[in-house]
């Protein structure tokens, strides 16, 4: 009874195995480089662009680093603090 059982499900497992599809393969078209002629006007007006926005960068960037100068600075006084604490510590023991 158990040879015929485990030969019904054998022979399931490999029917349902051989009826699995296949995926279709999927084809996708090459990208072709697009070509675009730029007028003298849509270059200047892109440049004007370019440059407000290369300014606004660089209004950025000097804000970063000013704020990046107060953090370090704050990070030295906090070094500063620590180590002020831990000479307490230290003197607080031995008295």
Do not use: C, F, H, W
């Amino acid at each position: 009874m158990r040879a015929l059982l485990l030969s019904i499900l054998a022979a399931a497992m490999i029917v349902s195995i051989g009826r699995s599809q296949t995926p279709m393969p999927v084809v996708v078209p090459a990208m072709t480089p697009a070509t675009t002629a730029q007028s003298p006007v849509t270059a200047a007006v892109t440049t004007a662009s370019t440059q407000t926005t290369l300014k606004a960068l660089q209004a950025i960037k000097a804000a970063n680093d000013e704020i990046l100068k107060q953090q370090a600075a704050t990070l030295e006084k906090l070094d500063e603090m620590e180590k002020a604490a831990q000479e307490i510590r230290i003197y607080s023991k031995r008295g």
